[in-house]
């Protein structure tokens, strides 16, 4: 029986977002107060606000029956997984970022930190294009004020004006494909597109209806890959590392990408995605795989500044994060390595606390009082802070991947479902692909391994002659210490993240199963009717356009 669907949505399922908008609005008349406690008190009002946010998602999950859905919001598992995600991140990096923003500049600085967090929860939650749209705009419009707040630099103000600017093309390229996958399915609603996008896209070849679906969804994937930092929409990312502060880096590559993720996840449902979908799609995201991969690592490879090194490594990331997205949800039985869905949403959030530890770590030390940037400067940090080093070290290790860390284990789930596809029935045209791009990741995985062991040895084995000093405030190294625990439990056990990733990926499914049933149902007791239209898509065009 298909979970009940409600036309309206409850307020309760909101509380948690709603206590991070309050708390955003909180900071900012806080912030009107000119005294120094009150200007002081602000990264104390925002982690308050995300504590009480977890608070009422525990009690809304431990209430969580059937899937509450309505005003283009559906609460499943995968919109659990978003908001728990993002108040995971929110936590941690309120803590790593404790210090900063400008002194005439704090509550701008908080409060748009938390309106970016609820709109990476509502991206998880969207059931309909435009709230999808909004949703992230929610997330990257904050993120544009953010890096222009964190540092008075020029070289900031020049971050923030190319990362708007590229932001703003990418949302347009997204809006027009949203524009057109509405016009074909014509509904916005999700179900409704999860229904009719697949006819359109299994049209005959040439055809009106299949070419403007076509180029809706090549529209839609190409704007979210901006959100992700994968080729061709990368060019700004190390630009942008360098120009901001290292704990905004860590936000940077947390926050925007797990929306980006989700984003992605939620058109490759509605639009049937993956080996069983249309060709176009397949290889369009095959190539963006393969392209991120060995562009992000080969560029990462011949940094010697850490910032720089870092933001190509996390073109690579998107690149096997692409090896999961394009699979699709899967059908029938999944375990640990046939599940590309589940794989993802593992890898993302595993990256994301990896990167937000390792721009933590730089993010404490100074050198001759500027902030730590070069292999050079982190050279020697073994014998001065060890555990900064250590620290370090276990995040680097597990971008890398290696055994056991929870990094090797993301990709082992990823790369493991892309060999699961069986090579005989509608899928195996696509099976020698998927080989290639698995052997081609490998390789790349490899390659990364050399600029990952390059600063590992510069932390733990040279030593400079300037060495860097660490600041002495607690919560900056709470919230690195975290991620780093956070690292090591899973790495020892990764079912804790793993179990939401299966339930997540199960919710995906079960949305474009439910999706088939309202159409089908048409009216019925326990299924949302889509609004009347003619049968065939092209029908449905001509009725619009005349």
């Known amino acids: 029986m298909p979970p009940v669907l409600h036309s309206a949505l409850s307020p309760a399922a909101l509380v948690p977002e709603v206590m991070l908008a309050a708390g955003g609005c909180a900071i900012l008349l806080t912030a009107q107060i000119r005294s120094a406690r009150a200007q002081q008190s602000l990264p104390g009002i925002a982690l308050v606000s995300i504590l009480a946010g977890i608070a009422a998602a525990i009690i809304a999950t431990f209430r969580a029956g059937d899937v509450v859905a309505g005003g283009g919001l559906r609460w499943d598992s995968l919109a659990f997984f978003t908001r728990n995600s993002m108040l995971l991140a929110g936590f941690l990096i309120v803590l790593v970022s404790w210090l900063e923003s400008q002194p005439g500049q704090r509550g701008e600085f908080w409060s748009l930190l938390l309106f970016s967090l609820t709109g990476l929860s509502l991206v998880g939650a969207s059931d309909d294009l435009l709230v999808l749209f909004l949703s992230l705009e929610l997330v990257s419009l904050p993120a544009y004020a953010i890096i222009a707040l964190s540092h008075p630099r020029p070289e900031t103000q020049e971050a923030a004006t190319k990362y708007f600017f590229l932001g703003a093309m990418a949302a347009a390229i997204t809006g027009y494909g949203f524009s057109l996958l509405y016009g074909v399915a014509g509904a916005a609603a999700l179900p409704t597109v999860m229904w009719h996008l697949p006819e359109a896209l299994n049209a005959p070849a040439g055809t009106f209806c299949r070419n403007w679906a076509a180029a809706g969804l090549v529209l839609s994937l190409a704007g979210l890959m901006f959100k992700i930092a994968a080729v061709p929409l990368h060019f700004y990312i190390a630009d942008v590392y360098c120009g901001v502060t290292s704990p905004v880096a860590g936000f940077l590559g947390f926050v925007p990408k797990i929306g980006g993720v989700v984003a992605i996840l939620k058109l490759v449902a509605a639009t049937g995605l993956g080996p069983a979908g249309p060709p176009e799609a397949f290889y369009l995201l095959w190539l963006a795989a393969v392209a991120s991969m060995t562009v992000g690592n080969v560029l990462a490879l011949l940094q010697t500044n850490l910032k720089r090194m870092l933001a190509y490594s996390g073109v690579a990331h998107a690149g096997y994060m692409l090896v999961g997205l394009m699979l699709g949800p899967p059908t029938g039985n999944t375990g640990l390595l046939g599940d ?158 793993w179990e939401s990733g299966w339930r997540a990926s199960s919710a995906l499914r079960a949305a474009l199963s439910d999706a088939r049933t309202s159409v089908t149902l048409q009216g019925g007791p326990q299924a949302a009717s889509p609004p009347a239209m003619p049968a065939s898509p092209d029908e449905r065009l001509g009725a619009r356009d005349g």
């Not at 990952?452 to 300037?466: F, G, M, T």
């Open 340 to 497: 590309g869905v589940a794989a993802v949403l593992y890898y993302v959030v595993i990256y994301g606390l990896a990167n937000l530890g390792a721009f933590g770590v730089l993010g404490l030390l100074r050198v001759r009082e500027r902030p730590a940037e070069t292999l050079r400067d982190l050279a020697g940090l073994l014998r001065r802070h060890p555990l900064l080093a250590l620290l370090f070290a276990l995040c680097l290790l597990t971008l890398m991947g290696l055994p056991p860390t929870a990094g090797f284990w993301g990709k082992l789930a990823l790369f493991g479902s892309a060999l699961t596809i069986p090579a005989q029935g509608g899928a195996g045209a696509y099976h020698s692909w998927l080989i290639t791009l698995v052997v081609i990741a490998l390789v790349n995985s490899a390659v990364a391994a050399a600029y990952y062991l390059r600063a590992i040895a510069a932390v733990l084995l040279y030593e400079n002659d300037y060495p860097a000093e660490a600041i002495s405030h607690e919560s900056p190294h709470l919230g690195v210490a975290m991620c780093g625990f956070l690292l090591v439990i899973l790495a020892a056990y990764p079912g804790l993240l």
